[in-house]
């Protein structure tokens, strides 16, 4: 099989080749950035995606496949996370031009792994085709090795812009990299085979049915009743928009409590006989819940009272051992039950080992944390189970999975409770759409309360059943239906069988290619 982009390899290597190539792997990469909330602009993004893909691939050597694998996924990034900007130049107090430079770094950072799966895949296809199909399976591992693999940091994965597409129904097979795999396996199928039909070309031409094959492939598995139901309950968000307390920053505890007491006393329908859950978010009581002074106690006694049912707050705690902890507590009567947080926040709730210098030279007021246990299980509450995940722990499917160690106490409705205030809006619908995968990938419904805007219901199938506005304080109350049954593949088995078919379709394009070049 020749190469149908020799002319373009020639192209590229010249000297005004080489700079037009470069300049447009950033703006497709920027087209990509669209398909992701806020913007959610599908069809843009995934042009801009599989022409990036067709760029990747359309080099034999690894060197230049790098390099423009790095600019496609900077240009993606950089404007995918500019949310970071705020937290480091308001909230860090460092310097514009610092806190921008950090973004660049951080977009670097993160497509570093697409640079790496793009020479990987040119190193190993010697063809085109078997590159661009190969290129799929190599992403797909480097997006998992970006996430729970090894950096942790898995923001902005293919799978987030696929949310109301038949692709996310691969999710409860296999998680988000199962539906990266899907996505990047369809977009490279059908770059090839229109480049290959017209080129006459017999095997791309095939390729035409594999998006078809892989969508219909998706609608089934969405369509798939992964769960049954197991009741109702009556679920109140307090969505109270408290501001952002940082290290400059003295906040009355007892001050916070009684604004969320007053949106509590909102009337609860009498008709609604299911029982009653109060959520509030993360970032309500900022200081450690054991030491509150006299006010802060009455405040906190009061708060209790005015949620007339089973309530969540969110405050710090030291174990032990003296180490701090940001915990979540579940107060049922008497009971209180509390879930510690197991993702912490890099350079949020702790330094990432060799930065300490870069904190302290920042003049950054930041605490160590600690990280929970994976032991935790989900809290019996309302008469169901609560799987609590706090704010970043929405962000890969690890601590979702831990709430299924004890399949007698699986979780009934899962618990998103974050205070994103720190950061631009636009990070607010990007976390709520990773709520939205767990939540399809678990069938579970799920509830994500958040501080300062969009705080949200979801079904087991990631659908909005309600959504308080995108900002500002609000109250949003809905009987909702929770589930139960057996754990779906993706709780069971994890990333694991994405990632076997990831590596195959790597390994199977690279000996096509060698035995077909």
């Known amino acids: 099989m020749g190469d149908p982009f020799a002319p373009l390899n020639k192209f590229v290597h010249s000297r005004s080749g080489r700079w037009l190539t470069a300049v447009a792997a950033v703006a497709l990469g920027g087209l990509y950035s669209t398909a992701f909330a806020p913007l959610s602009l599908k069809v843009p993004g995934f042009i801009g995606l599989t022409a990036g893909l067709v760029l990747m691939a359309a080099h034999r050597s690894a060197w230049p496949a790098f390099f423009l694998g790095f600019l496609f996924a900077l240009g993606a990034f950089v404007p995918g996370l500019s949310w970071t900007v705020r937290s480091m130049a308001e909230f860090g107090r460092i310097p514009m031009p610092v806190a921008l430079l950090g973004l660049v770094a951080l977009a670097a950072l993160c497509a570093l792994f697409w640079a790496v799966a793009a020479a990987v895949t040119a190193k190993f296809c010697r063809t085109f085709t078997p590159r661009l199909l190969g290129l799929a399976g190599a992403l797909t591992v480097f997006e998992w090795l970006r996430g729970s693999g ?35 396996l369809s977009l490279a199928g059908f770059a090839a085979a229109l480049i290959g039909r017209a080129r006459r070309q017999l095997l791309p031409t095939f390729l035409l049915a594999l998006p078809a094959v892989l969508i219909m492939a998706g609608i089934w598995s969405g369509a798939h009743t992964w769960s049954e139901p197991a009741g109702k309950v009556n679920v109140r968000l307090v969505q109270a928009n408290l501001p952002v307390v940082d290290g400059w920053t003295r906040a009355s505890a007892a001050d916070r409590l009684d604004v969320a007491s007053e949106l509590m ?22 200081s450690d819940i054991l030491r509150l ?7 906190l006694e009061k708060f209790l009272e005015s949620a007339g049912g089973p309530v969540l707050f969110n405050g710090f705690r030291r174990d032990e051992n003296r180490s701090w902890l940001n915990s979540s507590f579940l107060v049922e009567g008497a009971t209180v039950a509390v879930t510690d947080k197991r993702k912490l926040v890099p350079f949020g709730e702790y330094v990432p080992p060799g930065f300490r210098w870069f904190v302290d030279a920042m003049g950054i007021p930041l605490t160590d944390l600690t990280a929970g246990g994976f032991e935790q299980t989900a809290l019996p509450v309302a008469g169901i189970r609560a799987g609590i995940l706090i704010c970043y722990e929405n962000l890969d499917g690890e601590v979702l999975r831990s709430l299924w160690r004890d399949p007698e106490a699986a ?18 619908p990007q976390h709520l759409d990773m709520t939205r995968l767990l939540a399809i990938a678990s069938a579970r419904p799920a509830a994500s309360v958040n501080m300062s805007g969009r705080s949200a219901l979801i079904d087991e199938k990631g659908r909005r059943i309600a959504q308080a506005p995108v900002k500002g304080a609000a109250v949003l109350t809905r009987e909702i239906s ?7 593949p993706f709780i069971r088995f994890g990333d694991v069988p ?12 690279a000996v096509y290619s060698r035995k077909f070049s």
């Open 482 to 488: 929770v589930t139960a049954g057996s754990p779906t």
């Open 150 to 184: 090894f950096a942790d940091f898995g923001w902005l994965t293919p799978a987030l812009a696929t949310l109301d597409t038949a692709f996310t129904g691969f999710a409860p097979l296999g998680g988000g990299h199962l539906v990266n795999l899907m996505l990047l």
């Open 265 to 286: 006393r909102t009337p609860w329908d009498a008709e609604v006989k299911s029982p009653r859950l109060v959520l509030t978010a993360e970032g309500i009581i900022s």
């Open 498 to 509: 994405a990632l076997i078919l990831a590596v195959l379709t790597l390994l199977g394009c």
């Open 293 to 299: 002074n006299q006010k802060g106690q009455e405040a």
């Open 411 to 428: 979780p009934n409705l899962l618990v998103v409770t974050a205070n994103l205030g720190w950061f631009s809006p636009s990070i607010i």
